[in-house]
């Protein structure tokens, strides 16, 4: 695919889409988030594709935050609602993603370059990465899901603590905190996570996309609806061929041959 702001690469059954405006800190502009969700339609439909890694140009950010160009344009309380929705939707698509989508922060990623973070599955990242919401300083919120998903990853009390504060976290208290799963060097980072996203592609479409789909329902849930949240697409999965060949594989001690279906 051919952007202006973005980079595509297919590695195999990997997408790698690179944030492509290091002199801005690649900064989140209206055109890049319009690029980003042309992105992720072509990966949803795509069969070729199953998986899909995130990463930023340069070595200094995966996203810095948004266009603070844009921001200070905006003159009207229904202006902010607009620009605010027209980002959460494009992060509900990825978030809702019918694919592992891996974060590989390789710097900054304050923001709305955490609220992107935030919304993908998983979040690899360098030694060196920086992560915050620090809106506060500019006299405004977070406004791309930010206050929701980083209370529901974190607790009510870290978040507002780190809202209220603006506060820069490195990447070891990030990991501490839960909002990151792994830390690596920084020369190590980019191939670990087309590493993991090559394996989790190879899993089976179908229950990857379900099992995701039941985390994030069944999350925003008490733990009885959830389950039978869970139950549902357990359902679903047992009358699928991939079900049916993964299982006959494992009792035929062979390699299973997924399709997708």
């Known amino acids: 695919m051919d952007f202006k702001n973005l ?3 297919q590695d195999g059954r990997v997408a790698i889409v690179t944030f492509n405006r290091p002199k801005a800190m690649n900064a989140l502009n209206g055109e890049t988030l319009n690029e980003l969700e042309q992105a992720i339609k072509k990966i949803e439909t795509d069969n070729s594709i199953g998986a899909l890694v995130l990463t930023g140009a340069g070595e200094k950010a995966f996203v ?6 844009e921001l200070s344009a905006l003159e009207k309380s229904m202006d902010g609602v607009a620009m605010a929705r027209r980002g959460q939707n ?4 990825l978030e809702e993603l019918g ?3 891996i974060a590989a922060i390789n710097g900054y990623a304050l923001g709305g370059g955490m609220e992107l973070a935030l919304a993908c599955d998983l ?3 360098s030694d060196t990465a920086r992560f915050g919401l620090p809106e506060i300083n500019l006299g ?12 529901r990853l974190v607790g009510r009390g ?14 070891a208290e990030a990991l501490d905190l839960g909002i990151v799963e792994k830390v690596y060097p920084a020369g190590e980072l980019l191939a670990e996570a087309k590493k993991l996203a090559s394996e989790l592609a190879e899993k089976a479409p179908v229950a990857l996309a379900l099992a995701k789909r039941a985390i994030n329902t069944g999350l925003d849930t008490d733990l009885a609806t959830g389950c039978k949240i869970e139950a549902h697409y357990f ?14 594989a494992f009792l035929e001690k062979r390699p299973a041959r997924f399709t997708g279906r």
């Open 90 to 93: 494009i992060f509900a698509c």
């Open 140 to 151: 405004i919120i977070p406004g791309n899901g930010g206050t929701q998903r980083l209370a």
């Open 64 to 69: 810095g935050g948004a266009d603070i160009g």
């Open 99 to 101: 694919k592992p989508v």
């Open 7 to 9: 980079l595509w690469e």
């Open 235 to 248: 359902g679903i999965i047992a009358g699928t061929e991939d079900g049916k060949e993964g299982t006959r």
């Open 158 to 171: 870290m978040a507002k603590y780190l809202i209220f504060s603006g506060r820069h976290l490195t990447a």
């Open 123 to 125: 979040r690899l990242v």
